[in-house]
């Protein structure tokens, strides 16, 4: 036995964690369970209330541990999880070998066979795994404390659409003071007048639509001078879009979510009206970006390789900056079995993960068609105040401008997006058969594609 | 009907300056919010950005005359990259020699990415945007503005190798019309294969514009025993720099050593006297031959200059000789390496394996493209692969850290697969994990 119950209580830094860690201990929190007994190391994914899975790594000769969770406690709550799983049911876990991302995390830990120092119980707090396991008896509620509560939640719904209303005044107003000094003006003090109608909103309970207000600089910055009035315009006409729908529909699902915050995993989950797509998946690209507003955002593109449902789907999940650098929840090109289930909305995009099965053979790309910005349009159609679309682009190649700009360039002519980062060298030697790029409208952002050398991955 | 584009525009002009008027423009009947909000739209999904005046698709990557390499150790290979203990040409040098290509998803060299197999001419083209179509015609002086740069000079090389009579011919014809730079590495594809034959055609470069042409013709000519004069000052001087001597309390054998020199300014006297002089022209001074000059130095004091005298006057076999000698003074090679060929170099290095211990940083010095071939039963000689093995056992500091993965590096680029494999089994068992990024070559190896 690699790890005993025991050794779990000592890796422990406190009885919190423990508490934390039997929370856990549902099977249906680890999507994925293995384990190398020559190398005494055990793995898992764990789903936890974000939509990504954290990845948690243990190493049951010294118990160190590596997981992608935000915490800082080591070793964090999953990892506890993890080994005590491994402890009570072994049985549960595949024998394989490493991917990977448990292979990188070995190659880069050098360790001798010195034996491991032993584990400090810290500062003499007991810890029992007996203890953990006991569930907190729930305290009766008696019906005027429910109907206080429920009332309670009454008017707090109702004093946030009251704030968020407000918010919306003031943006317009504020969005009219521009265009009536000037938009040279903004774009010479883009980044200061932003943050404070950012501020603005995140008082008026408008959290997501401040985060995205904050990112509206760098969104235009990048464009090259001539194009930054047209990405300003397209930018501040898709916030009045969404300040004027949500007067019109605030309970709409997918407007809330643009303006306040998203629903939660658990409320996604429970919602019997949500559409849940069974299919093959494979995970287009990834991209992890730092915000202004103190935020790292973590997105996870994945393509539906069968007909049935959206062709793609986005898991987002965001961070504080504070907790550190996060690792990718995938590997690109990783293909599974799953059923996700979408938030609700006009055009489903973002989704969590349901039920995962590992899957042996691969499955290939789906046919593109001719008119690839079709979808993207139908997208911004149902939802117009959406700032990207993913697409599925048809055999192309990148070509360079005379002002040495990428462009990618479809193969029967015709089509032209001018690409946002300059891709490696090698890539514009090569015939993209098909790429998964994400357009917004002004730039494409490649994520992967499939070229005559093999798939490639542009987040790597 | 207005153009809506040009309406667009202008009220874009307008919104830009703060002067936009109520009432004109699209849509006049609606609110400035609204008309700023169908604008976007109408920006969005009625208009693309321009496409650019003038696109330039590249050719395609050409492929290389290797195997690609298995799919299975494409992620070996980017771990080794990502590792960065040896430099990446080495590593697509040792890929090479097993005779698999780069995928250039992987890795793509710079451009002018110096030690580059010569295998990769045809990406070195590509980069320089130069791939005209070679198919199967021959080269000849008519085709050779035809052939892209690099993959000329490689086709030359292999020309010299099989048909040397007309690489000559070629060479003879073309070099002279040829910049300096362009002639240098013409008349550079006989270093390979120089022998007698070719001296033809490099004596008419001996007097050559270029400093650095004339400098790589007498080197070549030294090497099939063609030197030219000496300076009868120099080798006036010579005494006072170098003498013969009896070594050795018992033996008294005799030996050609520097004398011993008091001031730096006498030092660089002595290097430049040296560097005028040849090996033979020294032998003649002081009553030897070159050989018994080569065989009798007393490492010391010079050693530098000599090595640079034998590695610029010497011919291959006293350049051999002479670098035997070095390799078991452990002294530093130099200018010799670019004498010796590949096979010579790993001769030497593997000749120091069971002295060198674990470091092994002897044998690196003089086999810096290791090429996969050595068997175990080399590797295992002396006590070098156990006391290597014995670093896994014990804490080590930065510093140690550093030349137990420049070794493991080494070794595992140094190994034929069946040594790699085995390599893996005792370290393993020394306790290092299989995935230790130490052992990221090694693994390459046992992968392809």
């Known amino acids: 036995m690699l790890i005993s119950l025991d050794l779990v209580e000592k890796a422990a830094p406190d009885q919190a964690s423990l508490k934390a860690a039997s929370k856990l201990m549902k099977s249906s929190k680890w999507p994925l369970l293995a384990v190398s007994e020559p190398l005494k190391h055990i793995w898992a994914e764990c789903q936890g209330s974000g939509a990504n899975p954290y990845r948690v790594i243990v190493d049951c000769s010294d118990r160190k541990s590596k997981c992608t969770c935000p915490s800082r406690k080591f070793p964090c709550k999953h990892a506890l999880a993890l080994m005590w799983l491994y402890a009570e049911t072994p049985e549960a876990f595949t024998q394989a070998e490493p991917p990977d991302w448990v292979n990188e995390w070995m190659g880069r830990r050098k360790k001798t066979t010195a034996a491991p120092a032993a584990d400090d119980d810290g500062p003499k707090e007991a810890k029992s795994i007996v203890m953990a396991k006991v569930a907190e008896p729930e305290k009766p509620v008696d019906a005027a404390t429910l109907a206080r509560r429920e009332a309670a939640a009454k008017k707090r719904a109702a004093d946030t659409q009251t704030a968020i209303l407000g918010a919306m005044d003031d943006l317009e107003t504020w969005i009219e003071d521009q265009l009536r000094t000037g938009l040279s003006a903004l774009l010479g003090d883009l980044p200061g007048r932003c943050r404070a109608i950012a501020a603005r909103m995140v008082d008026g309970k408008a959290g997501s639509l401040g985060g995205r207000i904050d990112q509206i600089p760098a969104a235009v910055m990048a464009l090259p001078g001539e194009e930054r009035l047209d990405g300003l315009i397209s930018q501040l006409s898709k916030l009045v879009i969404l300040a004027r729908a949500y007067r019109a529909a605030p309970d709409a699902p997918d407007i809330r979510r643009a303006i306040t915050s998203a629903e939660s995993r658990d409320t996604v989950l429970e919602d019997k009206d949500a559409l849940r797509i069974n299919s093959r998946w494979e995970v287009a690209g990834e991209r992890i970006t730092t915000r202004r507003d103190d935020l790292i955002s973590q997105e996870t593109w994945l393509m539906n390789l069968r007909d049935q449902g959206p062709r793609f789907a986005l898991l987002f999940d965001t961070f504080p900056i504070a907790m550190g650098k996060r690792s990718n929840a995938f590997a690109s090109g990783e293909q599974f079995d799953a059923e996700l289930v979408f938030y609700p909305g006009r055009s489903p995009l973002r989704a969590i993960i349901g039920d995962r099965q590992v899957c042996a053979d691969e499955v290939p790309w789906p046919v593109t068609d001719l008119t690839p910005l079709a979808d993207a349009a139908r997208h911004e159609t149902a939802l117009p105040w959406s700032e990207i679309a993913p697409v599925l682009l048809p055999a192309g190649r990148i070509a360079m401008s005379n002002t040495d700009k990428p462009w990618w360039v479809a193969e029967t002519g015709g089509l032209m997006l001018p690409v946002d980062l300059m891709p490696p060298v090698a890539l514009t030697g090569m015939v993209l058969q098909k790429t998964a790029a994400l357009w917004d409208g002004a730039r494409l952002s490649i994520l992967s594609a499939h070229t005559p050398w093999g798939r490639l991955a542009l987040d790597d | ?448």
């Open chain 2, 1 to 448: 009907m207005t153009d809506p584009m040009a309406q667009i525009e202008a009220l874009k002009t307008q919104w830009m300056t703060g002067s936009a008027t109520p009432g004109t423009g699209p849509w006049p009947h609606l609110d400035e919010l609204s008309r700023l909000a169908l604008t976007g739209q109408y920006l969005r999904i009625a208009t693309r950005p321009a496409s650019a005046a003038k696109v330039t698709i590249a050719p395609e990557i050409p492929t290389l005359p290797l195997n690609p390499m298995p799919v299975a150790a494409r992620p070996l290979f980017r771990r080794a990259l990502a590792a960065k203990l040896v430099p990446a040409t080495v590593v697509v040098g040792f890929v090479a020699a097993r005779g698999f290509a780069v995928n250039p998803l992987d890795w793509t060299p710079a451009r002018n990415e110096a030690g580059l197999p010569d295998v990769y001419a045809p990406w070195r083209d590509w980069l320089d945007g130069n791939t005209g179509a070679i198919g199967d015609a021959p080269l000849t002086a008519e085709t050779w503005d035809d052939f892209p740069p690099h993959s000329r000079y490689h086709l030359l090389e292999t020309l010299h190798a099989n048909r040397p009579e007309d690489a000559r011919a070629l060479i003879l014809q073309v070099a002279p019309t040829l910049a300096a730079d362009q002639r240098l590495r013409m008349l550079g594809c006989l270093r390979a294969r120089f022998g007698p034959e070719d001296v033809a055609v490099l004596e008419p470069f001996a007097t050559d514009r270029s400093s650095k042409v004339q400098s790589f013709v007498r080197t070549q000519l030294a090497r099939v025993g063609r030197v030219g004069e000496t300076a009868p000052e120099a080798l006036a001087e010579l005494p006072d720099f170098i003498e013969t001597m009896r070594a050795g309390i018992l033996s008294r054998k005799q030996v050609v050593s520097a004398r011993k020199l008091k001031t730096q300014a006498q030092r660089k006297r002595r290097g430049d006297i040296l560097a005028q002089l040849t090996l033979k022209s020294v032998a003649d001074q002081l009553g030897l031959s070159p050989d018994q000059v080569v065989e009798r130095w007393d490492f010391g004091d010079a050693t530098e200059d000599m090595i640079s005298l034998v590695a610029a006057t010497g011919t291959d076999d006293h350049v051999r000789a002479f670098a035997r000698r070095v390799a078991s003074q452990k002294a530093q090679p130099g200018p010799l390496l670019d004498r010796l060929s590949h096979e010579t170099r790993r001769d030497i290095g593997l000749g120091l394996l069971p002295f060198d211990g674990w470091i092994l940083d002897q044998t690196q010095l003089w086999i810096t493209q290791p090429d996969g071939t050595v068997p175990m039963a080399m590797l295992q000689e002396g006590s070098s692969l156990r006391d290597l093995a014995g670093q896994f056992r014990i804490e080590t500091g930065p510093a140690e850290e550093r030349m137990l993965e420049r070794a493991l590096s080494f070794l595992g680029l140094l190994a034929d697969r069946e040594a790699a494999i085995a390599l893996m089994d005792i370290f393993t068992e020394a306790g290092a994990l299989a995935v230790d990024n130490r052992l990221s070559l090694l693994r390459l190896n046992t992968a392809l």
